[in-house]
């Protein structure tokens, strides 16, 4: 009798007694326990000591070393840029004669003056404040771009060519900020108000000051950076009012306020990430346009708002594909960048590296972690330890575990990093980018990139339009109607694509049908539009944050097996599956992060904000003092949304996007299962993802998550940790002669290692592509790198090349890619003469 005619025995024996177990879906772990602490120290320690696995907070390499090195080696270390740090400015009212009324008193802003906040680049030195604040863990940032993530090279020489410096140049900005000042005070409505006495300066007899928020509860940077700012700005002859606050007050000032109140007129910044990236225009977008809803003001149409129109212009055109070639892309990006970088209402400074950790003990090995942005949350869906038990620490220096609304519809919902760490786990939304390559990666719904078709031209006035012939039976909601219409004949679109829904069900049991994205679709087309001027379904704020991405969508074609068909005006020639995760249809209504619930939730929230809750409080879609943000945690906002379920429940409310296509039989088993789910578990996240919160307790800072572990889950529990697994390129060294003389070629060597990921094993690349950059005022040339000998690929730079260029220094980059692995760049400089 062979082995295998026993094995296939004893499985047909165990399937018929009943005991071949079921294949496990969903998450990798069976719960998952977060709480906070409110020292970094505390959570490196309890990590050490084994009472948490992970601590998600990326400290900075002094408080790693701090520690004592028998707990140190306890620890698996995760070393990423995790943290970039800005400086925002209100440049309100941003024109001559640069001030404003404030509470009943003329208001001097000395960075209203473009000259003026623009020299603030010179005037701070971002290489010592890596080297003295950060202790050398980290590196300087001229743009939005962290250095070393693919693409990012680009930005750097965009802030080079307008002569800006990692060390500054600190006489030259206070000669230009001083000039600023004398010609502000030349103008007829400052003439004697505007005035110099003893090298300080006045306006009306008041210190022209600078309001400086300044984030209290960040110790060792933030509050350095502020201080060390703050010192040279004095050195110009304006006061600076220190205005070191705590985060929530602070950033509910700074974003939440309006900027013509002037509060504030700069800020210290600090970003997360947020993703590994392999392009940057869509936070281009975020940090220098109006799209973004960063600026100043934050698109609130009720207060004053920065704007630069032809930045904006750019930007779109880039964010949403309006272009026909990689090179028009960006040729648009890095105008748009040069544009912000001019405008000067958001200065990077640096990027602090930042310490990740894990107990090495309970971990089974490493897990996926963002090369771009540290431990997130495939960090956190990837993670095993031996009893398959998680226990995540935050840090907060206030002890709250969340800072921002869990609003799952406005702009402001669910937008810090404590609150992305954990819905992340719980929502899977269409797509998403590869923690190692930032690649767009089918998640809920799929595509196969050979049936993603582009066709573009341009059109008589010089506009990107698309050439693919939409159907006439395509639909799309019509928000003054109330009704999905056919688009009719005639229309064109750049891109079109399939794409499968990978179905299941979301936490209350429910199943996941095309409803649900057309349901999705409908609410953000309504929401957006403003039919009339009493349309209770509109919120400004929310049209400013999705309407561009919603309108390049022409039409849907639902096919006979729900599939769906996207024709959408959406165009980039660099990444096919950037193209197709553009049209990908989408459950949820909320971007950054992208987060989902159940439609009926959706539902029952647009109700209460639009028509009133049982309770009588008045709810918004956006963060603003005088309304109430909605909360599906907060329990009396969780009674408000029972009660909008029950009521509608009780009605046989159908949504009007989803008549005709859901019985009001189905919405009452739909509501019926989101107040049970309520019930059971206190709150109305109801999501999709391989976790569901279980228990939340906001006066323990304490969340409880546990796996979702319904059969309908489309992914077995360790698929993600095995997908992710790949390898990166690591470039070590660009060896080039300090100086190259002419009449000789140039030799360059290019030391490369090839890494596991995210098991970190390191060896010699032997295989790859390797190309070695020279980049001169009139473009790149570029030299392809030939292996040498394990890890080591030698170029030429011919000498007939070094003849043509004016004696001087040069930057030389060096970019390593190999299919299927993350590429891998880095530059350095030398001297021709």
């Given at each position: 009798m062979s082995k295998k005619f026993v094995v296939l025995l004893l499985v047909t024996?165990?399937?018929?007694?009943?005991?071949?177990?079921?294949?496990?879906?969903?998450?990798?772990?069976?719960?998952?326990?977060?709480?906070v602490k409110m020292s970094q120290e505390l959570g490196l320690k309890d990590v050490a000591e084994g009472m948490t696995d992970i601590f998600m907070e990326g400290v900075s390499g002094p408080t790693l070393m701090a520690m004592d090195q028998a707990d140190r080696e306890k620890l698996e270390i995760y070393s990423v840029p995790a943290l970039t740090y800005s400086l925002f400015i209100n440049p309100y009212p941003n024109t001559a004669p640069y001030f404003a009324e404030v509470g009943g008193k003329d208001f001097f802003n000395v960075m209203a003056i473009n000259e003026f906040r623009y020299a603030l680049n010179d005037l701070i030195n971002r290489q010592y404040i890596v080297d003295e604040i950060l202790g050398g863990a980290g590196g300087p940032m001229l743009s939005m771009a962290t250095p070393g993530q693919p693409g990012t090279y680009r930005y750097g020489l965009v802030a080079n060519k307008l002569g800006l410096s990692f060390e500054g140049n600190e006489s030259r900005a206070i000669?230009?900020?001083?000039?600023?000042?004398?010609?502000?005070?030349?103008?007829?409505?400052?003439?004697?108000?505007l005035v110099n006495r003893g090298g300080k300066w006045f306006f009306d007899n008041d210190p022209v000051t600078v309001r400086f928020v300044i984030r209290a509860d960040d110790p060792n940077v933030r509050v350095k950076i502020g201080e060390y700012v703050s010192l040279q700005l004095e050195k110009t002859g304006i006061t600076v009012d220190r205005l070191i606050w705590e985060r929530s007050k602070a950033s509910n000032t700074v974003y939440g306020s309006d900027p013509a109140d002037a509060i504030w007129t700069l800020y210290t910044e600090a970003w997360s990430a947020g993703a590994t990236r392999a392009f940057w225009e869509h936070i281009a977008r975020q940090m220098y346009s109006v799209g973004g809803t960063y600026l100043p003001g934050r698109g609130n149409p009720d207060f004053w708002n920065f704007s630069n129109p032809e930045l904006d212009t750019l930007i779109e055109k880039a964010y949403t594909g309006n272009f026909l070639t990689e090179e028009e892309y960006w040729d648009?990006?890095?105008?748009?960048?040069?544009?912000?970088?001019?405008?000067?209402v958001r200065l990077y400074v640096c990027f602090q590296d930042g310490f990740?950790?894990?107990n090495k003990a309970r971990m089974v090995d490493r897990f996926a972690y963002g090369l771009g942005d540290g431990l997130n949350e495939w960090s956190?869906?990837?993670a095993l330890t031996k009893d398959k038990i998680l226990f995540v620490t935050q840090y907060s220096s206030v002890g709250a575990l969340f800072m921002s609304n869990w609003d799952p519809v406005g702009p402001d919902g669910m937008s810090d990093t404590y609150t992305s760490n954990v819905v992340g786990i719980l929502s899977d939304p269409s797509s998403f980018e590869?923690?190692?390559?930032?690649?767009?990666?089918?998640?809920?719904?799929?595509?196969?990139?050979?049936?993603?078709?582009?066709?573009?031209?341009?059109d008589s006035e010089g506009n990107v339009v698309g050439s693919i012939d939409v159907p006439a039976n395509a639909i799309k909601y019509d928000s003054s109607t109330k009704q999905w219409k056919e688009v009719g004949p005639g229309l064109k679109s750049m891109s079109m694509g399939t794409y499968t829904l990978l179905g299941g069900n979301t936490h209350q049991g429910q199943p996941i049908t095309v409803a649900n994205y057309l349901y999705a679709f409908a609410f953000r087309e309504e929401w957006i539009t403003k039919d009339g001027s009493n349309d209770r379904y509109y919120e400004a704020s929310y049209e400013n944050y999705m309407?561009?991405?919603?309108?390049?969508?022409?039409?849907?074609?639902?096919?006979?097996?729900?599939?769906?068909?996207?024709?959408y005006n959406y165009n980039f020639p660099a990444s096919i599956n950037r193209t197709a995760n553009w049209g990908a249809p989408f459950m949820g209504v909320h971007r950054q992060p992208f987060i989902v619930v159940s439609w009926e939730i959706y539902e029952a929230l647009a109700e209460i904000v639009a028509n009133g809750s049982k309770s009588g409080t008045i709810y918004a879609f956006r963060n603003d003092p005088a309304i109430i943000e909605i909360d599906v945690l907060v329990p009396n906002h969780v009674k408000d949304i029972r009660a909008k379920l029950v009521e509608m429940n009780n009605n046989g409310h159908v949504p009007n996007s989803l008549k005709g296509l859901v019985t009001v039989e189905e919405a009452q088993t739909r509501y019926q299962a989101a107040i049970d789910f309520i019930d059971r578990y206190g709150h109305a996240f109801i999501s999709n993802g391989p976790y569901y919160l279980s228990k939340y307790d906001p006066?323990?800072?304490?969340?409880?998550?546990?796996?979702?572990?319904?059969?309908?889950?489309?992914y077995e529990s360790n698929y993600w940790k095995e997908y992710l697994v790949t390898v990166r390129l690591w470039i070590d060294s660009i060896d080039v002669p300090a100086i190259v003389m002419k009449g000789s070629d140039a030799t360059v060597l290019v030391r490369v290692s090839e890494i596991e990921y995210p098991s970190e094993r390191v060896s010699s690349a032997s295989r790859g592509e390797i190309a070695v950059t020279l980049i001169t005022p009139e473009g790149e040339l570029s030299f392809e790198a030939t292996l040498k000998e394990p890890g080591v690929f030698e170029a030429t730079i011919p000498a007939s090349v070094l003849e043509e260029l004016a004696p001087g220094s040069y930057n030389v980059l060096a970019i390593a890619s190999l299919e299927g692995a993350v590429p891998a760049s880095s530059v350095t400089s030398t001297i021709v003469y």
């Open positions: 024996l165990l399937a018929f007694s009943g005991l071949v177990f079921a294949v496990e879906k969903g998450a990798v772990s069976d719960i998952i326990y977060y709480n000669e230009a900020m001083k000039n600023a000042l004398e010609q502000a005070s030349k103008l007829p409505e400052n003439q004697g108000r648009l990006t890095l105008t748009g960048v040069e544009m912000g970088l001019k405008d000067a990740y950790t894990a956190i869906k990837t590869s923690p190692a390559s930032a690649i767009n990666t089918p998640l809920r719904v799929h595509w196969n990139p050979e049936d993603i078709i582009t066709r573009v031209e341009r309407r561009s991405g919603q309108d390049t969508v022409v039409g849907w074609v639902v096919n006979s097996d729900d599939s769906i068909t996207t024709y006066t323990a800072n304490y969340a409880e998550c546990r796996a979702f572990r319904d059969p309908s889950y489309p």
